[in-house]
């Protein structure tokens, strides 16, 4: 799980002759993840695609146009079919040529309603001045125009002008015409000339007679004819998709197929009679691929697996087990393609790709791992380890069977509604953490915020003076809300420990022991070192002193019963003295490493306080959305407080809201906090039900943007941090998994 499927370079080396009948081979196989041949070895070159790569590639082009156009997509695909040469020719064609007709009707129709849109909008002014347009044009010794603007402005800058005679205005809204007669001998431009200097915006003045108001209805009809045109284009167009959508799809799947065979030996190395194609295949998967190819074309290929990826120190980054040559490659003349001192040649010292070895109830995280990078083969795959800490996380941080359950829901939908990979993996994770959250929630002894778990089960029916968690929300209960504050952060160092580990193991396969020690084995020297020395009262007196009481029997809840209190006795006060210096003493060495295997990193030392402290974010936002939930709880069903001080609890007004002084859970009640809308007549009540649900539908996203991605965070930033970089190549097998076609 950690590590990815392990991965073995291989080549197939064999004459042209037989090239085809190998890529065939090859492809059926749908394993090997091609090296593309890089132009190294002198007399190979990069071989030619297969006769009618080009031809095959245009035609992949034109079904991919054509399914653009009638807008295809698979589930249109219909049964899986068989498609021929011919049909590709003739029945393509056919359906090309009617889909381009139709096309460019549609195409013209839409260009003239684009005019006939233009128009209405440009006669659309003149419709609101109530001029008909004839009068608007066509005078000898008068100068009109139209446009929007002021009147006043217009006018003034009008009459002000030189070269006009007299002039007459017409006005409507902010529509104005303008119709001037120029002094004799004056410019013919003396109107436009006089509005230079006002806000003015002139409108051309449509070629055409009649009232504007006929115009314009004349046009409305035109626009209604083409929209019926242009529908019945489109009916046209989606009758030919219901007709073609399964061949089309089905002709793509087989052209791929077809380019991705012919254009194959482009990746391979090659001389006028001999080709070399290697790649990545999984290790476990050698011989069946050697047998597959063997039986497909006999001894006329020579099948080589040159080494194997592996995992072990040898003194540099590239991990490889060599595999002891049996044979050689033969080039044309004779000579054999070996490595200087008798070892397998590989044409290029490319990288394997990646598979990740996880089962499948881990599968899902992939997602997450991949939101960052896909993990490099010589890395650790931190799939699993999100597995097991982000729907803890996330559940611990939420803790209530009812989002929980809903939580679960949602994820359930994603998982089984949708086709894509990454909807089905975010559904995946989003149950795990649905399921960890109802978990919690069972623990914490609430659903939706209401602590009925705990009164009908844990109290009711076990018997138990409370449940085995609170979220310490109320005074009585604050020393929980301490113990998840301790606790997160003790989560947060065994957290970044694991971290620390993975960079140690991943530093000494790819160097050696020292680099190790002074990269990762100083900061794990440092945090473990700092943080004994702060949970040791005689050695840090700073350390807030509830981190040492906490478990020590008297901090949590110690009005909870002898069953709950036992369960965090832990009888730890603080390690002693001699053990809070030995880890100063660590630090010390730890920062000393640090100095001299990393000296640039060594002001980063207090990141093994800082990483650890950002855990406490998980108690934060624990109390932040159990107080969110409590508010919205508080509203409809109100709260009553028995107990004073550090001794106060609260309680919801579930059947009735006692007055104070009665008694309730056994103890008096001193405080009413809030009545409830659901105690306060019936038109609160209607007011109530849309804030208690409306109020638990925002916690239920706000828990995705909170709880989720603060988990996300210290997954990536304090985890992914100390040992991650990622930047894995994706394994592509040379093949294709058919879905629309088959070839039987």
């Known amino acids: 799980m950690l590590r990815p499927e392990r991965m073995s370079k291989v080549s197939v080396t064999g004459s042209k002759g037989v090239m085809d009948d190998v890529v065939e081979a090859v492809h059926d196989c749908n394993l090997l993840h091609i090296t593309e041949y890089d132009g190294s070895w002198e007399g190979f070159e990069p071989g030619n695609p297969i006769d009618g790569a080009e031809a095959a590639s245009e035609k992949l082009v034109t079904v991919r146009s054509i399914e653009s156009i009638l807008d295809v997509d698979e589930e249109d695909a219909g049964p899986t079919r068989i498609v021929t040469d011919e049909a590709l020719g003739a029945e393509l064609d056919e359906i090309r040529e009617r889909v381009n007709e139709l096309e460019d009707r549609r195409d013209e129709i839409r260009t003239e309603l684009g005019s006939v849109d233009e128009r209405i909008a440009a006669v659309e002014p003149f419709a609101t001045l109530g001029i008909d347009l004839d009068l608007l044009a066509g005078y000898d010794t008068l100068d009109v125009v139209v446009g929007e603007g002021k009147r006043d402005a217009v006018e003034r800058a009008v009459v002000d002008a030189d070269g006009i005679d007299a002039v007459e205005i017409f006005s409507e809204d902010d529509v104005v015409a303008v119709f001037a007669r120029p002094t004799a001998g004056a410019d013919e431009d003396a109107l436009t000339d006089a509005l230079v200097g006002v806000d003015f915006t002139a409108f051309e003045v449509p070629d055409a007679e009649g009232s504007p108001e006929e115009y314009v209805s004349e046009l409305e009809h035109r626009k209604q004819q083409l929209e019926s045109k242009r529908q019945t284009v489109e009916n046209e167009l989606e009758e030919v998709k219901l007709d073609a959508a399964g061949f089309l799809l089905a002709a793509e799947e087989k052209l791929s197929i077809d380019v991705q065979k012919r254009e194959a030996p482009l990746s391979f190395a090659t001389t006028g009679n001999a080709f070399v194609a290697e790649g990545w295949i999984p290790t476990e998967a050698y011989t069946d691929f050697a047998a597959s190819i063997t039986n497909a074309v006999g001894d006329h290929v020579e099948i ?27 080039t044309d003349g ?50 699993v380890v999100l597995f097991l800490t982000f729907p803890a996380f996330f559940g611990f941080m939420i803790g209530d069977l009812g989002y929980g359950a809903l939580y679960t829901l949602i994820g359930y939908y994603l998982y089984s509604n949708f086709e894509s990979d990454a909807f089905k993996s975010m559904g995946g994770v989003t149950i795990f953490a649905g399921v960890f959250t109802m978990l919690f929630g069972i623990l914490y002894g609430e659903i939706f915020g209401l602590h009925l778990i705990s009164t009908y089960f844990w109290e009711g029916a076990l018997g138990m003076a409370h449940p085995p968690m609170e979220k310490g929300l109320s005074p009585a209960g604050q020393s929980y809300a301490l113990t998840w504050l301790v606790v997160s952060i003790l989560i947060g160092i065994l957290h970044l420990n694991v971290g620390y580990i993975f960079d140690f193991v991943e530093t000494i396969e790819h160097h050696d022991a020292k680099h190790a020690i002074y990269e990762s084995g100083s900061w794990m020297l440092m945090l473990n070192g700092l943080w004994v020395a702060i949970l040791s009262p005689d050695v840090i007196s700073a350390t807030p002193e509830f ?13 909870a019963g002898e069953a709950i209190h036992a369960t965090y006795a832990l009888g730890f006060n603080g390690f002693p003295q001699v053990i809070g210096f030995l880890g100063l003493a660590a630090f010390a060495l730890g920062l000393v490493l640090l100095v001299v295997g990393e000296p640039v990193e060594a002001i980063e030392f207090l990141n093994v306080l800082v990483n650890a402290l950002s855990y406490t974010r998980i108690a934060a936002v624990l109390l932040a959305k159990a107080g969110m939930a409590f508010t919205v709880n508080l509203l409809f069903f109100g709260v009553y407080v028995t107990g004073e001080g550090s001794e106060a609890a609260f309680h919801f007004g579930l059947g009735h809201m006692p007055e104070v002084g009665s008694m309730a859970h056994g103890h008096e009640v001193t405080e009413i906090m809030f009545g409830g809308l659901v105690h306060s007549g019936p038109a609160m009540l209607i007011v109530g039900i849309l804030v208690l649900v409306l109020g638990h539908m925002l916690v239920l996203a706000l828990g995705v943007t909170s709880a989720g991605l603060q988990a996300v965070r210290l997954e990536y930033v304090e985890f992914f941090g100390k040992f991650y970089q990622g930047g894995g190549k994706e394994y592509e097998p040379f093949g294709y998994e058919r879905t629309f076609t088959t070839e039987d």
């Open 304 to 330: 080589e697996e040159l080494e194997r990826a592996a995992f072990k120190p040898n003194g540099g980054e590239a991990v490889r087990e060599e595999i002891p040559a049996e044979g050689a490659a033969a």
């Open 334 to 383: 004779g000579s054999e393609v070996r490595a200087d001192g008798g070892g397998n040649v590989v044409m290029r010292d490319d990288s394997p790709p990646v598979v990740s070895d996880n089962p499948g109830i881990v599968k899902p995280f992939e997602i997450l791992t991949q939101a960052v990078n896909r993990p490099k083969y010589d890395e650790f795959d931190p799939t």
């Open 547 to 559: 981190m040492f009481t906490i478990f020590d029997g008297s901090g949590v809840a110690p009005e």
